[in-house]
């Protein structure tokens, strides 16, 4: 009598038997439920898109603004009721307090008046005379907008409107454009007032501020990090051996030296004596976090190149076969290039949403005239929102671009004449995921999106959603995102461990190349980030450009991995339902066969529906001819 297992798992293989492991004419749309669910996410995200740009002036973060809303640098609206709003201070780019030497704290800012001007002056005034040449040789008027420069001497409100005298000299703050007063009191009281409202920032504006201050940074590194990609995969398409051994020993490098500089820096910040900032303490504690993390990431790393070492030669002929199939498919290395275009152009739209977003507030009047900026109390709310959006948007890109590459991996090996693939294999694959299976994708990206959060708790099952065997199988027989997972761990299941590792060796050295593009992009950017300490919360743009290097690397490593498992999925459903004989030939070509029978030293043991030699049929392996 069978056992409750043994029936169930009978059950299961009755199903698979009867799964038609080809790729299907007739599709029909899959998890549908989960597009319109995407759809209705990107409502909201519209929204607070709406609410952000109607509400937010990311400009207020860096370039500054006076006491009566107009922003430096740029042409403004007027504010209802404020008389001195809506100037054009396209030439005006400094912010200048007029009591700068004894300015007192009014959270969350400094109670002076502040006034936008074209240049600080560079010498002391001491007269309203001597303010009044200031204004008529260099064109920058000290003094409240409604003054004019022939009235600083006549006006008997002068000594208000103007600054406090002596004005002392001062130059540009490299951060948020002040003018800061060069006479040592004067910058002790002035720098003590200006740590005190940097502090009393929260964290979320003190990161946007770091943002948008090393925002030419973040390009640099962005675009750096897309030449390495480039780099990577020209390595992999034209494989060699002295490549391999290069690419692992710059990895290695990059690892040791980028845990080393981390190390190194947060030895220097934590003994600084003139760390006050909270930013920089800040700084401190990430730096701190960082350098711990990749150094396990380090140890870890070095552990398996060491133990995997003696592999490289397999490594080179694995990725010559993975370069000859994609060879057969035209334009397939191009994919990264529109999926790359599409992150861009979504990072762009994340990225000033955001910004808008954390300066998002109404403008208010003060019985002086003057303006202040109240912020709406759900936008931390609406930020998580966003950041959500971020990752699982990414993740829907990413997703499309595998999908595309499994689909026409899929076409071209289930092909009998092997130099006459089919015409066109990435657009038919990119039109039947436009048509059909959407869903399945937004699925497949949700469930990512959400088990990356826990990630540490739900590893296992973060890994088997992560495989793209999944798409691979939805590409082959158009089912949804379930039954495609069941379908491919059960194939796999069956299919021998030697081919599971070969797949995961490949695996690992193209996550490898990931590392290395990070590794040398973070590099950079700890290089550019330490040269501009003050008032920048720059560890987190430093963690931002980190993810953008790995997202833009495995956007264009992904073909590689992708075409590699969708190759050995194929070949275990290949040898699952085909024998070799003259009725059920093999799709794979002599060469992948020849390459996992001397590699993977395959046996002639039955494995469970894995290779079928010596079946009840008489048939055995045999290559295709």
């Known amino acids: 009598m069978a056992r409750p297992g043994e029936r169930r798992q009978e059950s299961v293989e009755c199903v698979s038997e009867l799964r038609e492991w080809r790729p299907v004419v007739s599709r029909?749309?899959?998890?549908?439920?989960?597009?319109?669910?995407?759809?209705?996410?990107?409502?909201?995200?519209?929204?607070?898109?709406?609410?952000?740009?109607?509400?937010?002036?990311?400009?207020?973060?860096?370039?500054?603004?006076?006491?009566?809303?107009?922003?430096?640098?740029?042409?403004?609206?007027?504010?209802?009721?404020?008389?001195?709003?809506?100037?054009?201070?396209?030439?005006?780019?400094?912010?200048?307090?007029?009591?700068?030497?004894?300015?007192?704290?009014?959270?969350?800012?400094?109670?002076?008046?502040?006034?936008?001007?074209?240049?600080?002056?560079?010498?002391?005034?001491?007269?309203?005379?001597?303010?009044?040449?200031?204004?008529?040789?260099?064109?920058?008027?000290?003094?409240?907008y409604n003054l004019s420069i022939?009235?600083?001497?006549?006006?008997?409100?002068?000594?208000?409107?103007?600054?406090?005298?002596?004005?002392?000299?001062?130059?540009?703050?490299?951060?948020?454009?002040?003018?800061?007063?060069?006479?040592?009191?004067?910058?002790?009281?002035?720098?003590?007032?200006?740590?005190?409202?940097?502090?009393?920032?929260?964290?979320?504006?003190?990161?946007l501020s770091g943002i948008l201050a090393g925002r030419d940074t973040v390009i640099g590194l962005s675009v750096l990090a897309l030449a390495f990609s480039f780099i990577v995969v020209l390595t992999f398409r034209f494989i060699r051996t002295l490549l391999v051994h290069t690419l692992i020993a710059l990895v290695v490098f990059g690892l040791l030296f980028v845990s080393g500089v981390l190390w190194w820096l947060y030895y220097d910040y934590r003994n600084d004596p003139s760390t006050e900032l909270e930013t920089e303490k800040e700084n401190v504690k990430f730096l701190f976090g960082y350098a711990i993390f990749s150094t396990a990431v380090t140890v870890v790393l070095l552990s398996l190149i060491l133990v995997l070492r003696k592999r490289l030669q397999f490594t080179v002929q694995l990725f010559q076969i993975v370069g000859k199939i994609m060879g057969r498919i035209p334009f397939l290395l191009f994919q990264p290039l529109w999926t790359f275009l599409i992150l861009i152009i979504f990072w762009v739209f994340w990225v000033a949403v955001l910004l808008s977003l954390g300066t998002a507030g109404t403008a208010q009047t003060t019985s002086e005239g003057q303006v202040e900026y109240r912020a709406f109390s759900g936008i931390c709310y609406m930020a998580w929102y966003h950041f959500i959006g971020l990752i699982w948007t990414s993740e829907f890109i990413l997703a499309c671009q595998q999908m595309t590459v499994a689909g026409a991996v899929v076409t071209c090996y289930f092909n009998r004449n092997k130099n006459s693939p089919p015409r066109h294999p990435v657009l038919s694959s990119?039109?039947?995921?436009?048509?059909?299976?959407?869903?399945?994708?937004?699925?497949?990206?949700?469930?990512?999106?959400?088990?990356?959060?826990?990630?540490?708790?739900?590893?296992?099952?973060?890994?088997?959603?992560?495989?793209?065997?999944?798409?691979?199988?939805?590409?082959?027989?158009?089912?949804?995102?379930?039954?495609?997972?069941?379908?491919?761990?059960?194939?796999?299941?069956?299919s021998s461990a030697e081919l599971a590792s070969i797949s995961c060796f490949g695996g690992f050295i193209i996550f490898l190349g990931k590392v290395f593009v990070v590794c040398f992009t973070v590099f950079g950017g700890l290089m550019a980030f330490n040269y501009h300490r003050e008032l920048q919360a720059w560890?987190?743009?430093?963690?931002?450009?980190?993810?953008?290097?790995?997202?833009?690397?495995?956007?264009?490593?992904?073909?590689?991995?992708?075409?590699?498992?969708?190759?050995?999925?194929?070949?275990?459903?290949?040898?699952?339902?085909?024998?070799?004989?003259?009725?059920?030939?093999?799709?794979?070509?002599?060469?992948?066969?020849?390459?996992?029978?001397?590699?993977?030293?395959?046996?002639?043991?039955q494995k469970h529906g894995s290779m079928r030699r010596g079946s009840e049929d008489g048939t055995e392996l045999q290559p295709m001819t």
């Open 539 to 605: 560890v987190v743009p430093l963690l931002l450009v980190g993810f953008f290097a790995y997202l833009m690397s495995h956007s264009f490593l992904s073909v590689f991995e992708v075409t590699l498992d969708t190759t050995f999925l194929c070949f275990a459903i290949d040898m699952e339902t085909n024998d070799g004989s003259a009725e059920k030939p093999y799709f794979v070509d002599q060469e992948l066969l020849m390459f996992v029978n001397q590699n993977n030293k395959l046996t002639d043991r």
């Open 28 to 144: 029909k749309c899959t998890d549908p439920l989960w597009l319109l669910l995407f759809f209705l996410f990107w409502a909201g995200l519209m929204f607070v898109t709406g609410y952000a740009v109607m509400a937010g002036a990311a400009e207020r973060l860096v370039l500054g603004y006076d006491s009566f809303g107009n922003i430096c640098g740029r042409k403004n609206v007027p504010v209802k009721g404020v008389p001195l709003s809506g100037r054009d201070m396209t030439n005006k780019k400094y912010v200048f307090f007029l009591n700068s030497c004894s300015p007192e704290m009014q959270s969350p800012k400094i109670s002076s008046v502040s006034l936008c001007v074209s240049s600080c002056p560079q010498e002391q005034l001491n007269s309203l005379e001597d303010l009044q040449s200031f204004a008529r040789n260099n064109g920058s008027c000290l003094c409240v």
């Open 150 to 207: 022939s009235s600083y001497t006549l006006n008997p409100k002068a000594a208000e409107l103007c600054p406090t005298l002596p004005v002392p000299p001062s130059k540009s703050f490299p951060l948020f454009n002040r003018c800061v007063p060069q006479h040592p009191e004067c910058y002790s009281k002035y720098a003590s007032v200006l740590i005190s409202m940097v502090n009393e920032m929260d964290v979320f504006h003190r990161i």
């Open 430 to 494: 990119i039109s039947v995921l436009l048509c059909y299976h959407l869903g399945t994708v937004v699925k497949g990206s949700f469930l990512i999106t959400i088990l990356r959060i826990p990630r540490i708790v739900l590893l296992y099952l973060y890994n088997i959603l992560k495989q793209k065997h999944v798409y691979t199988t939805t590409a082959i027989n158009g089912t949804n995102f379930c039954t495609s997972a069941k379908d491919a761990v059960f194939i796999l299941t069956k």
